[in-house]
């Protein structure tokens, strides 16, 4: 379900982008039909919207329909693509830890609940770096857009988000479990290649 629900998000914001920047025609030649059988969303509807209020029509009944109306923009405002794409992937992480809450099994629960809390704390590493180069945040800008869930202590998240420059960022990150956890795999990665030469 996380999984398909991560596709569906990525196509919804496809299509919009594609909206937003005048060539809504264009998500046509996107579409994955392979896609087609394990999804709730109407790709063919999809491909064939022009307008916000189309795409609010071929998405009603989805879970994503009514994060999708608070975001309808007025006359001829842009569709405000990061804050939407923010709202939907928080939506979709709030989901999973309510399932993995829900687990009697303790071992099992916390097993799942620290696979995904790297991988959203790497989702959230990865928006500050984003929102810091391309729209030069302030850190209570940045912060208010990170998902509200992880590993990551507040400090931590506070120190990353003020930091100057993207390299700090980098630099920060190295000395959190997720730094380290990335430096195993990459000596992993190198220790196998290594071995296969």
Do not use: H, W
Request: net charge positive; charged share 35%; with cysteine.
């Amino acid at each position: 379900d996380f999984i398909i629900s991560k596709m569906e998000i990525e196509q919804i914001m496809r299509c919009l982008t594609l909206m937003n920047t005048g060539r809504p025609q264009e998500y046509v030649y996107n579409v994955p039909l392979s896609l087609d059988k394990f999804t709730e969303i109407n790709l063919k509807g999809l491909a064939s919207v022009k307008t916000y209020d189309d795409v609010l029509e071929v998405l009603k009944g989805t879970k994503y329909f009514s994060i999708l109306q608070k975001f309808r923009p007025k006359d001829e405002e842009k569709i405000k693509i990061a804050d939407l794409e923010i709202q939907l992937t928080n939506e979709q992480y709030g989901r999973v830890f309510e399932i993995i809450a829900k687990s009697k099994n303790k071992s099992d629960r916390d097993e799942i609940k620290d696979i995904f809390s790297a991988i959203l704390d790497f989702e959230n590493v990865s928006r500050i770096l984003r929102l810091k180069k391309y729209y030069n945040f302030s850190a209570v800008q940045i912060k208010e857009k990170l998902i509200p869930y992880g590993k990551l202590r507040e400090k931590t998240i506070d120190e990353l988000c003020a930091s100057e420059t993207v390299e700090d960022v980098f630099e920060r990150s190295r000395s959190t479990y997720l730094g380290k956890l990335m430096s195993k795999l990459q000596y992993n990665d190198r220790t196998q290649i290594k071995n296969a030469l």
